[in-house]
C-alpha cells in the first residue's frame, strides 16, 4: 500500500511520470462541516504503478503533482470528475488538462446518463469493488491498509476503463462527442465563486425588484461569511431564513429578533448587525439595479402531445446509437424544438442534430411517423405528395357530399 507522506518522495514519484500518456487520478475529501472540502488524500495511477498522497502530513508541497496537472502532454483521466476538480481549482487557482471524463465517455458508449464507478468497472471489466471502506473519516490518522487499497483501486481500476472506453470511442468516431462537455468541465467560470450570484441557487417564487434585491444581499452575505469562516452555508444562515428576510425585511434589530429560526443571541451579535447593513443594502438598492431573474422561454400552450412524441423518437433515437439520453437533449430543449423549428439548443447543432435534431424536426413537421410494430417502434417516412394528394381527394368527396 503506497502512500506518500513526504516531500522529496512525491517529486520522486511524480518525476516517474512525466513521460507517462496518462495518469488516473481520485480524491478522498470531508465536507460535512467546512465550506471548503478538506483534501484528505490525493491518488495518482501511473502507468504500472499507483500511489496516494497524504497532503494532511505537515510541511507536504504538493508542487510537483500541480506540475503533472499543468503538463498538456498528460491526460488526467478521472471518473465524474466535477469535485475533484473544484478542490484542484481552489488549490492551484487552475485545472488539471487536457481531461478526460470516463463517466462522460460512458455516456456515449451506452451505459446510461450518470454511472456510478464501481458499476462501470463491473460492466467493463467484470471486476468488483469492495465497498466497505466508502464511508471512511479520510480526515482520521493513521488510515489502514485495507482502506489505502480502497482508495488505490479508484485510480488503478480507471486505468483499464479508461483504455476501454477510449478504444470503443475512436473505433465509432465519438470524440467530438464528449469533448463539449469536458470543455464545460475544464471552464474555470463553473469553479469561481461570486457571492452575489449565490441567490441563483435559492428556490425563490416572487420576481419583485425589492425582493430579489434583499435576496440577492442576504444570500451574498451568507456566502462570504460562510467563505470566511469555512463553514457550511446553512450554518451561517438557511435558505428558508433567507427567503422569509427577503419577503419581509426586518429593519433593526427587535424586527430581526422575530424572524422564525434566528436566535436571540444571534440577532444582538455583530454578525445580527452585519445581516442587518446586507438587508439595509438591498432595500435601498434602486429598482433599476435590481438583480433580474432568468426568464423562462415562453412555450405556446397545445404543444404537450408534440413534446411527448419528441421523448419518444429521442429515446428511440439514443437506443439504437447506445447514447445516454442526457448527452443529446433535455427536456428544455425539446419543448424549445417543440415551439421553434429555429430553436438555440445543442440538440439542433452538430452531431446531436445529426443523431436526432434533424429527424425530430421532421417528426413535428408530419415528415415521418412512428410506428410501434411488436415490442419495437420504427420510423416511417411520409410521401408528402402522396400525403397532399389524399387530402385533396378527400376534400372533393367532402364538397361533392
Known sequence: MTIIKNSKKLQEACNKLGEAEYITVDTEFMRESTFWPQLCLIQIGGPNFAFAIDPLEKNMNLNPVMELFDNKYITKVMHAARQDMEIFYHIN????????????????CGFGDQIGYEALISRLTGKRIDKSSRFTNWAHRPLTDEQIKYALADVTHLR???????????????????????????????????PNESWRRLKYKRY???????????????????????????RVLRDEIILQLAAKPPTDAVSLSLVRGLSESFTKSQMGDSLLNAISEGINLPDELAP?????????????????LLKVLLKLKCEENHVAQKLVANTSDIEMIAADDNADVPALKGWRRNLFGTEALKLKNGEIALSASGKSLRIIRIDKTAKRKKAGSYKKRNKNA
Open 292 to 308: 433580474k431573474a432568468p426568464t423562462k422561454a415562453d412555450i405556446p400552450s397545445g404543444i404537450g402531445p408534440i413534446c411527448d
Open 160 to 194: 483499464d476503463a479508461y483504455e476501454i472506453l477510449l478504444s470503443r470511442i475512436k473505433n465509432t468516431g465519438r470524440l467530438e462527442w464528449i469533448k463539449s462537455e469536458i470543455d464545460q468541465l475544464c471552464n474555470p467560470k463553473i469553479y469561481h465563486i461570486t
Open 93 to 108: 487557482g487552475k485545472l488539471p488538462k487536457p481531461l478526460f471524463d470516463t463517466q462522460i465517455a460512458a455516456m456515449v
Open 208 to 234: 419583485e425588484p425589492r425582493y430579489l434585491s434583499v435576496l440577492q444581499a442576504v444570500a451574498a452575505w451568507r456566502e462570504n461569511e460562510a467563505m470566511s469562516r469555512n463553514i457550511p452555508r446553512n
